[in-house]
T-cell receptor
Framework: DADVTQTPRNRITKTGKRIMLECSQTKGHDRMYWYRQDPGLGLRLIYY???????NKGEISDGYSVSRQAQAKFSLSLESAIPNQTALYFC???????????FGPGTRLTVL | GQSLEQPSEVTAVEGAIVQINCTYQ??????LSWYQQHDGGAPTFLSYNALDGLEETGRFSSFLSRSDSYGYLLLQELQMKDSASYFCAVRDNNAGNMLTFGGGTRLMVKP
């Protein structure tokens, strides 16, 4: 059983549509993260959350919003999708102050 | 801000040793991590260095020189399954201890 799950795994949508990507974890970690991966650019941090009441912007938060519904759930929304948001999106978790982050399987999003 | 540089591609033969370098610029360096990512897969943690020196974990070792803002990942006795992308990532205490990733090095292991 996967410890960090993401839904959907693949999504194709059109410009201007609202999209939500969901992440759930069974690791009991307080910290959760959303990253975006583009070829040659590594992973870039979009938003992160240290607990249910704590949400912080990352390097590239413009055009995105998040919701931490519970310790185990962290959702990423694109309010009005645009083609340059086509990318691979990863959710990750970690224990407080821990070095290691645990990544979900990723969501491949295509915006036409 | 932070920036990291690593080679985009490295090719090596099975059984050989390969070194993947990473140089970084950051204002509040805390430590350097390495992650492995196979095609179509998720990144997985390999190692972390906060202090100068070499950390060894089986066939993989990671080195850090804080004074040179430089680190490397050393892979020994290469196997075909080591073909993957390898990312260095800086943990920055001026950025909430968040990770900033390099662009990744694609390692191709040939028979």
């Amino acid at each position: 059983d996967a410890d960090v799950t993401q839904t959907p795994r693949n999504r194709i949508t059109k410009t201007g549509k609202r999209i939500m990507l969901e992440c759930s974890q069974t690791k009991g970690h307080d910290r959760m993260y959303w990253y975006r991966q583009d070829p040659g650019l590594g992973l870039r941090l979009i938003y992160y959350s240290f607990d249910v009441k704590d949400i912080n912007k990352g390097e590239i938060s413009d055009g995105y919003s998040v919701s931490r519904q519970a310790q185990a759930k962290f959702s990423l929304s694109l309010e009005s999708a645009i083609p340059n948001q086509t990318a691979l999106y990863f959710c990750a978790t970690s224990e407080d102050l821990a070095v290691e982050q645990f990544f979900g399987p990723g969501t491949r999003l295509t915006v036409l | 801000g932070q920036s990291l540089e690593q080679p985009s591609e490295v090719t090596a033969v099975e059984g050989a040793i390969v070194q993947i370098n990473c140089t970084y610029q950051t204002s509040g360096f805390y430590g350097l991590s390495w992650y492995q990512q196979h095609d179509g897969g998720a990144p997985t943690f390999l190692s972390y260095n906060a202090l100068d020196g070499l950390e060894e974990t089986g066939r993989f070792s990671s080195f850090l020189s804080r004074s040179d803002s430089y680190g490397y990942l050393l892979l020994q006795e290469l196997q075909m399954k080591d073909s993957a992308s390898y990312f260095c990532a800086v943990r920055d205490n001026n950025a909430g201890n968040m990770l900033t990733f390099g662009g990744g090095t694609r390692l191709m292991v040939k028979p």
